[in-house]
């Protein structure tokens, strides 16, 4: 069936530091990979997205990779600020269903940067 | 442009009840899509509207029910609550219905069943 496993749960890092969130999906038929930021109280909010027809993506101090052999997919965050402290969620869009936008999502990590 | 809007924020039921949320798009977003957020089960996808028809549907049970408008506005209603049902409930709107398209959240309705 479809889903999207996701780790750590939480995580600790210092200010300036990288942070790194990684998922797992399960069907490979998957081929859009968006990575929300929810802080607390607020929508999540859209932060970088990968294609399936490309291994990587930068913007700004975020990146994203995508190995879809192994069928994993990583958020890497450098020189965390504060500010994002948060929590992040990777999803697959489902395979299933022809013209659909369904997502499916990991269960969150929540990210703390201690300043 | 403006942002994805629900309405109402905020809903304090009893069980038993029913409810009606409202879900307004990004102006000219032609799809809507419906989520749960629970602590326990993170997101869960409810059922995606486009262009008035249901294109698909998540494993709830038939007390949820949605529909879509010709204006895209799209609402979502609950019957019969459950304690269970106790969620934040948010929308995503999408300029088509199909993957690769950026889906964008509201600010989602907080509905607390008692």
């Known amino acids: 069936g479809e889903n999207v496993e996701q780790h750590p749960s939480t995580l600790s890092v210092q200010e300036g530091d990288s942070a790194v969130i990684k998922c797992t999906y399960s069907?490979?038929?998957?081929?859009?990979f968006p990575w929300y930021k929810q802080e607390l109280g607020k929508r999540p909010q859209l932060i970088i997205d990968i294609r399936s027809n490309v291994g990587e993506k930068k913007d700004q101090r975020i990146a994203v990779t995508l190995n879809k052999t192994a069928k994993h997919f990583s958020l890497h965050i450098t020189e965390t600020q504060p500010e994002d402290s948060a929590v992040y969620f990777c999803a697959a869009s489902s395979p299933y269903g022809g013209a659909t936008n369904k997502l499916i999502f990991g269960t969150g990590t929540l990210l703390a940067v201690q300043p | 442009k403006a942002g994805v809007t629900q309405t109402p924020r905020y809903l304090i039921k009893t069980r038993g009840q029913q409810v009606t949320l409202s879900c307004s798009p990004i102006s000219g977003h032609r799809s809507v899509s419906w989520y749960q957020q629970t602590p326990g089960q993170g997101l869960q996808f409810l059922f995606e509207y486009f262009s008035e028809t249901q294109r698909n549907k998540g494993n709830f049970p038939g007390r949820f029910s949605g529909r879509q408008f010709s204006n895209s506005r799209s609402e979502m209603n609950v019957s019969t609550l459950e304690l269970g049902d106790s969620a934040l409930y948010l929308c995503?709107?999408?300029?088509?219905?199909?993957?690769?398209?950026?889906?964008?959240f509201g600010q989602g309705t907080r509905l607390t069943v008692v």
């Open positions: 069907d490979s038929a998957s081929n859009y």
């Open positions: 995503a709107s999408s300029l088509e219905a199909r993957p690769n398209t950026e889906a964008f």
